[in-house]
């Protein structure tokens, strides 16, 4: 097993392997790994580190995280990022462009507005159409109904889930969402969610290839960035988090 030389876009105790074998990443070099591989993609530095946090959680819970975003950035480039957004109005979130929306961008904005009329609140009915690796969204719902005492039944063509609703509602969810894309719609309703188990072992057993995937798009950060260094990154958004 060999290791590649030290760059900049990892700490020091990041692993980066060149053979077929799986690395065992950390929660936090997970994080790490996966914000600058987002920002490489680019994300801005806000939607980044939301791209470090849900992939974390996912690894935090036994799902492959870093895979996940690795599959959903490759799917995003040459698109820009903006068109990537919901367009947020009561009841239907879909894009403006008509495109799929980044998973990561959506669940940070409906975390955003998990307060107000127009985002997920209880008796709301929201459509988000496309969204691309819907695996994504996960721990930003589960984080809604932690924090506002909700249930939330995300439904598809494939079926439905209820997001909160017993202790193995992630089970049901993954084998529903792990897709490239699905149609979505959510529902939302007060109740007592109960939060899924977390893994007694925290580390991500990534593979080399997407550990190499996720490393490239994260060495696009130590370039300065200008028109050339970011084409093809689909980067249009500014760092005004």
């Not at 990154?233 to 760092?239: F, R």
Request: glycine content about 8%; hydrophobic content about 40%.
């Amino acid at each position: 097993m060999s290791i590649e030389p030290h760059d900049q876009t990892r700490g020091d105790s990041t692993l980066f392997f060149n053979d077929s074998k799986a690395a065992p990443l950390s929660r936090n070099e997970v994080a790490s790994l996966c914000m600058k591989a987002a920002r490489g993609a680019g994300m801005s530095w806000g939607m980044a580190e939301e791209a470090g946090y849900a992939a974390a959680w996912l690894v935090t819970h036994g799902i492959d995280g870093p895979e996940h975003l690795s599959a959903h950035l490759e799917q995003a480039q040459g698109r820009e990022w903006a068109a990537l957004c919901p367009n947020v109005r009561l009841g239907n979130w879909r894009s403006a462009a008509g495109r799929a929306l980044c998973p990561i961008v959506l669940g940070a904005t409906l975390c955003d507005h998990a307060a107000l009329s127009e985002g997920p609140v209880a008796d709301c009915s929201i459509t988000l159409g496309m969204v691309d690796h819907p695996i994504l969204l996960l721990p930003f719902l589960a984080e809604i109904v932690r924090a506002n005492g909700l249930l939330i039944t995300v439904e598809c063509a494939a079926g439905r889930v209820c997001i909160g609703e017993s202790a193995s509602w992630l089970k049901s969810a993954v084998h529903l969402l792990s897709g490239p894309e699905a149609d979505l719609t959510l529902t939302a309703r007060k109740g007592k969610p109960q939060t899924p188990p977390a893994l007694t072992t925290r580390d991500a057993q990534t593979s080399a290839e997407t550990i190499s995937a996720l490393t490239t798009f994260a060495m696009h950060t130590t370039v300065p960035a200008s028109e050339l260094s970011r084409a093809g990154a689909g980067s249009t958004l500014d760092d005004n988090d």
